[in-house]
């Protein structure tokens, strides 16, 4: 979910990450126009696609009220490490 900038509220799934550049592409979120020339057997002309966004302006979704949270983490008694919605301490899956 989208916490900030023109988008904010919109829910996707993530659609790629860049973690040295701290950014993500959402689907459905961040949308631009492209003007992009024919080539091969792809058509030309302005297409719609996601951009990079910045990854403090997204949050996961809490899976119990379907609110953003932030991510904890906790380890089991065998030793596995898992992640926690903050907000609601269940742990998300992915």
């Not at 509220?9 to 973690?19: E, F, H, T």
């Not at 701290?22 to 949308?31: C, L, N, P, R």
């Amino acid at each position: 979910m989208l916490i900030a900038g023109r988008d904010k509220g919109k829910r996707g799934r993530v659609l790629a990450v860049a973690p040295i550049r701290g950014k993500v592409k959402i689907e459905g979120a961040g949308i631009i126009k492209r003007h992009q020339k024919p080539a091969g057997n792809r058509s030309g002309g302005i297409i719609d696609k996601e951009s990079w966004v910045d990854i403090s302006n997204v949050q996961i979704v809490d899976p119990q009220s379907g609110k953003p949270s932030r991510v904890g983490y906790k380890t089991d008694a065998d030793g596995t490490k898992f992640r926690v919605a903050t907000a609601s301490g269940h742990s998300i899956e992915k």
